[in-house]
């Protein structure tokens, strides 16, 4: 039985501040060339993935969007094109060295509306119905209380904001899982050569296996007060997209609009 004084790490459970310090470190380690082994890991396509996240968040220009676990910008790099200079994105991270590789491209790339918050999702310093939006694109596995984190997340939306969730899924096929399993057995070997470090790409493989599957995440974001919960696999369910909604309606978004941004779904599950 698992201790409820401890949280996963990997394989291992270890204490909530502990898992904290870890995954900084894990990040700390691979900030430079986090990019570069997503890329190979995926065989580039987490860039098609992320790009289908931002057309499911239905967002316009003008509006705002928190983008949680944000690291080296690549959403925000995507976001900021949609809410255009009139909105705003914030890119919010917990790990310094990878938000300084996002700084750094966004400003480089001319994205001035996006803004920078250092803190952990668990505890975020807005006040509440703040965002029109929030993403989460492969982070949500390293929160230190996945629970506590959505329900924050919940809070800063406006009423009829959404939650996009991309995260590493459950493959549906055995012959995929056993396959994927196999490819993955590879990440520590090519985390060694490419940025000099294998037990952060362990630690990946045990994070994708502990963390929740399909109907379990969606469960947790009901729990967590979301509504009209969907999910989308992706590639038979090695990853999927999560999306669900604050009650309510955002002021301006007519019922014709909302129908438009369902329009984007290619499969919906309840």
Known sequence: MSDPETVDFGHRRVAPDEKTRLVGGVFDRVAER?????????LGTHRLFKRMAVEMTGLRPGQRVLDLAGGTGDMAALLAPVVGPSGNVVLAD?????????RQRLLDAGHAQVAFCQTAAES????????????IAFGLRNF???HRALGEIHRVLKPGGALLVL???????????????AFQSLWPSMGRAVVGDAASYEYLVESIAQHPGQKALKVMLQDAGFDAVEYHNLLGGIAAIHRGC?????RGVTRGERGGKQSLDTERTT
Not at 34 to 41: G, I
Request: hydrophobic fraction near 40%.
């Open 246 to 250: 604050k009650r309510g309606v955002t």
């Open 167 to 181: 995260e590493f899924s459950k493959p549906e096929h055995p012959l995929l899982q056993s396959a994927y399993g």
């Open 144 to 146: 230190t209380d996945k």
């Open 124 to 135: 975020l310093p807005f006040a509440d119905a703040q965002f029109d939006c929030a993403v």
């Open 34 to 42: 986090y990019d570069v082994m997503n890329d190979l890991m995926s």
């Open 94 to 102: 917990i790990n310094p060295q990878m938000m300084e590789v996002g």
